[in-house]
């Protein structure tokens, strides 16, 4: 009982944080797969049961960027279907999976949701300089690449299913790159992105019995917990202080996976 306790206890701190930390720089799936693993799931369970964990966080963003949403409408739709159909395809895909195939991949999933974290700054810094550009030059429009934006996000919404960390700034950047030019106007669109393909692929995950509900429903409730305080507390909270610190974690973890894969 005292194990079992402590399991519990550990597991709400780890969620605790995992939705602060999604509140401010993204990155919470870091925190909550490993410690869901050394919880003593099974590597997809343990992934599905993190992805709705932390899902409840997510939707409650929409809210916030509604008038932004308003202002790029025409894009919604498509881009909520695209959303739709590669989170449904990604889940699926981990479904399917043995959990020793997928398990073989996770040091490569955490190196590549890592790189993204780490290549942020970059991308961020031409974003803000495209979005002055058009600031200076309003006349300046720049039509949205429909059809490359629909085709990147397919992928990116795929790895969202399957495991998703480190997929808001992939998400950002095929904004940015394809036309969408305010900074807001990016933000919402990621957020109803993001969301969509995770909530296709919680359903999917729920359909499909890989979660666990002893865990998941402890954790859901701690991660609102996290999220609305670290919304509450964004100001004070640099995430260039926090981005560091899950980059590092997320490369530790990846490094940690590839030196033990011989025993997955």
């Given amino acids: 009982m ?5 399991h519990y206890l550990f597991l709400a701190f780890a969620a605790l944080l995992g939705g602060l930390v999604n509140s401010i720089a993204g990155g919470g799936g870091f925190l909550v797969f490993p410690s869901l693993l050394k919880a003593g799931l099974l590597p997809i369970e343990a992934n599905a049961t ?3 964990a932390l899902w409840p966080g997510q939707f409650t963003s929409i809210w916030a960027y509604r008038e932004d949403l308003r202002k790029n409408h025409r894009l919604v739709i498509p881009v909520t279907l695209v959303a739709a159909a590669g989170g449904l395809a990604g889940a699926l895909t981990l479904l399917r999976n043995s959990q020793g195939s997928f398990l073989r991949l996770v040091p490569y999933l955490f190196l590549l949701g890592s790189t993204s ?12 300089r495209r979005i002055a550009e058009h600031a200076a030059h309003p006349e300046q429009h720049t039509q949205v690449a429909l059809i490359p934006l629909l ?11 399957y495991f998703g960390a480190g997929a808001g700034l992939l998400t950002m950047t095929a904004l940015a790159l394809c036309g969408v030019e305010r900074i807001a106007e990016i933000n919402a669109l990621k957020v109803v992105i993001t969301t969509t393909a ?18 998941c429903w402890l954790m859901m409730i701690a991660c609102a917990i996290g999220g609305y305080t670290g919304a509450r507390n964004a100001r004070r909270i640099s995430d260039r202080i926090l981005r560091p ?17 011989q025993g997955l």
């Fill in 2 to 6: 005292h194990s079992s306790f402590l």
């Fill in 117 to 128: 974290f780490a290549v942020s700054g970059p991308i961020s810094r031409r974003v803000r």
């Fill in 245 to 261: 610190i899950i980059i590092v974690l997320g490369f530790a973890i990846a490094i940690y996976f590839f030196m033990h894969r």
């Fill in 151 to 161: 085709i990147a996000l397919l992928a990116i919404c795929y790895y969202i299913g």
């Fill in 50 to 52: 993190g992805t709705v």
């Fill in 198 to 215: 995770n909530l296709v692929a919680v359903i999917t995950f729920v359909i499909g019995g890989a979660v666990e509900w002893r865990y």
